[in-house]
């Protein structure tokens, strides 16, 4: 059984950081492509970042590109965000999710991932 546990959410100041983790087990990593996704109050689920094999093949959004990097281990099983100058719009539920090869279509498509983490709350003050 695929389980995804997010962690690493929490308050901080505009400009700030944060780290996300997403700790997957039940599937051997190397085939999975795991992302990153956020949704706020009233908005629909975006994608944040992803990476495949390894974080050579990463994407990001537009609106975070140059502030977060995601990076995977996957001899530990593990995906993290870290998030950096951080602005009050980066204020959401981060969710991590992962889809086995072959993957269906862009890596933002939420549609396309069969595994989700139960999120962490990633809050931002100005």
């Known amino acids: 059984q695929v389980q995804l546990v997010e962690s690493g959410g929490g308050s901080v100041q505009a400009g700030g950081s944060l780290r996300l983790s997403c700790a997957a087990s039940?599937?051997?990593?190397?085939?999975?492509?795991v992302a990153w996704f956020r949704q706020a109050p009233g908005k629909a689920r975006e994608g944040v970042a992803a990476?495949?094999?390894?974080?050579?093949?990463?994407f990001y959004a537009d609106s975070v590109k140059g502030r977060f990097t995601i990076s995977r281990d996957n001899a530990k099983n593990t995906t993290d965000l870290q998030m950096s100058s951080l602005t009050p719009e980066d204020t959401a539920m981060y969710y991590c999710?992962?889809?086995?090869?072959?993957?269906?279509?862009?890596?933002?498509?939420?549609?396309?991932?069969?595994?989700w983490g139960q999120g962490t709350q990633v809050t931002v003050s100005s």
């Open positions: 039940g599937y051997t990593s190397t085939s999975y492509r």
């Open positions: 999710a992962a889809e086995p090869y072959p993957y269906s279509g862009s890596w933002s498509n939420p549609g396309g991932y069969i595994h």
């Open positions: 990476a495949y094999t390894s974080a050579r093949s990463a």
